[in-house]
């Protein structure tokens, strides 16, 4: 039995042609894997030729060619450094590490899925980073060293500025200390300085020649002052007695009284310095029983014609009503066209002849226009959401005036920054689903004692277009102008602030944003008798650009 075993030993013959068969299969499957990654990688290769190209159309190229998806966040390389490369049939990883080289980002690639995220500076490169930034302050004025209240401080290449308060004075945080600045004011030419300064800055800037001859000349007796500053030198007596001497509120049991603690005694003077033209601004004519033809200007509403109808059947149409885009969308003399960001506006049935205003029969259209800024990859999903939302109520977000505020003062001054502290640009929007902006905020707020009678509310571009569009306020009230001078923004239209289009939409493209409107309207018939049926309709809608034409639509339902 031994001797049988050990005759017998090790693995049948049969068993041994079969092991050598798997062998040759597994090694014909790795070769044809290995062949099949070669043949991946290579149809894999890169060509890319851009010079100062944005990451962003970059990234977009190497998906394209590679077929690998990035995954980041928007808002991560919206300030990185536009890209140079020149390289042809490089990998991915090739590509990617010229790509990144220097930029504030860093990447990892798993599964043919590239994902981006902030760079984590060393130990080192923080300390280091925490010296190298600096914070600047100084003073603009003018050539006579008089402060620019309002002038424009722009760290150079980005979007990062600021505005001089009412002594001229402006500070920049956390900026790196090579930065240049550039400070601007309407009418002055512009000027650059380093942030890095040896001692106190006062920058003064000079006036633009070609704008001398515009310059109005106002003599006081004590001094000659432009025409801008000549009401504030009026009030001189008043602002030292107000700001030196306690005074005490004569409506409150006030006995030991306070010094004022702003820049303006609202309750002790009765003309606002902060308005430099007066004009006379009717929105609505007068009664004149729709006889009279009126000289309407190129921004003001279509005339409504269609009140002769039964009460029911009128309130209940919808089309007659006035066309929403054209409300929103107006052409100048020019031809420029130009868009309300906010707009108010209501058709009133004309008084007939003989009859008491108050004891007839009325029929009133109310439309309100709000434009929100939303980033462009949600417009899609908000759009949707809204389109058949009812907006009855206002429910949506709006700006509100602040009481005390005067013009020109917005965003900078004592009382603004107490105003908008806490409060944040990007907003909830519940019925969109998605976070938004408001494009327009209130300017200036009331000064009920005014008699002057050149205050009256304007609207003004919220923070972040203020300082993306570089914005500042013009010469004329509710005007902001461009580096170029040029009015971007205007509220010569008594209906609501207007921005002209081309700017505005170069704006969105520029930062990946977009833009809707939210509308809301009434239609209603009131009747003159008490026992007959008013009849009263709301209306909503969304508007918005779909492949550059303005388009939307409403819908209507009982008030």
């Known amino acids: 039995m031994y001797k049988n075993y050990t005759k017998n030993i090790g693995m049948p013959k049969r068993y041994i042609s079969k092991i050598l068969l798997i062998m040759r299969l597994t090694t014909v499957i790795l070769i044809a894997t290995i062949m099949q990654v070669s043949a991946i990688s290579f149809g894999q290769k890169i060509s890319l030729n851009t010079k100062n190209a944005p990451l962003n159309s970059i990234i977009k190229e190497i998906s394209k060619q590679s077929g690998y998806e990035f995954f980041f966040d928007d808002n991560l ?12 049939n490089s990998t991915i990883e090739e590509v990617l590490k010229l790509c990144f080289n220097g930029q504030p980002i860093s990447y990892k690639i798993e599964d ?160 606002d310095p902060s308005f430099i033209l007066w004009e006379t601004r009717e929105k609505y004519p007068d009664k004149d029983f729709g006889l009279k033809e009126y000289k309407s200007d190129w921004w003001t509403m279509e005339n409504y014609a269609y009140w002769n109808r039964l009460p029911l059947d009128w309130a209940s149409s919808i089309a007659d009503l006035p066309d929403a885009i054209k409300c929103i969308q107006k052409t100048d003399t020019n031809g420029t066209e130009w868009l309300h960001l906010n707009m108010n506006y209501t058709w009133k049935q004309p008084k007939q002849v003989g009859e008491d205003s108050y004891r007839t029969d009325r029929r009133e259209i109310w439309y309100m226009f709000q434009a929100y800024l939303i980033k462009k990859k949600d417009k899609v999903k908000a759009v ?85 569009m570089e914005l500042r306020y013009g010469r ?72 550059g034409r303005l388009t939307g639509d409403m819908n209507m339902s009982d008030w």
């Open 384 to 468: 949707t959401f809204l389109k058949d939302q009812n907006f009855h109520g206002r429910r949506f977000p709006e700006d509100h005036a602040t009481t005390d505020l005067l013009a020109r003062e917005h965003y900078w001054s004592p009382i603004s920054k107490q105003e908008l502290k806490g409060r944040k640009e990007w907003i909830d929007f519940d019925k969109a689903g998605c976070k938004v902006v408001l494009t327009n905020k209130y300017a200036v707020g009331e000064l009920s004692q005014d008699k002057s009678g050149a205050h009256f509310y304007y609207q003004m571009p919220c923070k972040m277009m203020l300082g993306g």
């Open 112 to 271: 043919r899925v590239v994902s981006l995220k902030a760079k984590q500076p060393s130990f080192i490169e923080g300390i280091l980073s925490k010296f190298q930034l600096i914070d600047v302050t100084g003073f603009i004025q003018d050539e006579n060293g008089q402060p620019l209240a309002g002038a424009t401080i722009k760290v150079k290449n980005t979007n990062r500025a600021v505005l001089t308060d009412n002594r001229g004075h402006f500070i920049i945080e956390g900026i790196d200390e090579n930065a240049i600045l550039v400070a601007s004011y309407i009418g002055y030419k512009s000027k650059e300085f380093p942030a890095r300064q040896s001692g106190p800055l006062i920058l003064k800037l000079e006036l633009e020649t070609s704008n001398l001859e515009n310059v109005n000349i106002v003599s006081t007796g004590y001094q000659t002052l432009s025409k801008e500053r000549a009401t504030g030198s009026f009030e001189k007596m008043l602002a030292i007695l107000t700001d030196n001497y306690k005074f005490r509120e004569s409506w409150a049991y006030d006995n030991e009284g306070t010094y004022y603690q702003g820049p303006w005694e609202f309750m002790l003077r009765n003309i």
């Open 476 to 547: 004329k009230d509710g005007d902001f102008v461009n580096r170029s001078g040029e009015v971007v923004m205007s509220n010569d239209s008594l209906n609501g602030i207007m921005i002209r289009k081309t700017d505005f939409l170069d704006y969105l493209e520029s930062n990946e944003l977009d833009v809707f409107w939210v509308f809301l309207g009434e239609k209603n018939s009131f009747s003159k008798n008490e026992k007959m049926k008013d009849f009263r309709k709301s209306l909503s809608g969304v508007y918005y650009f779909e492949t």
């Open 77 to 88: 390389i919206k300030n990185t450094k536009p890209v140079t490369i020149n390289t042809k």
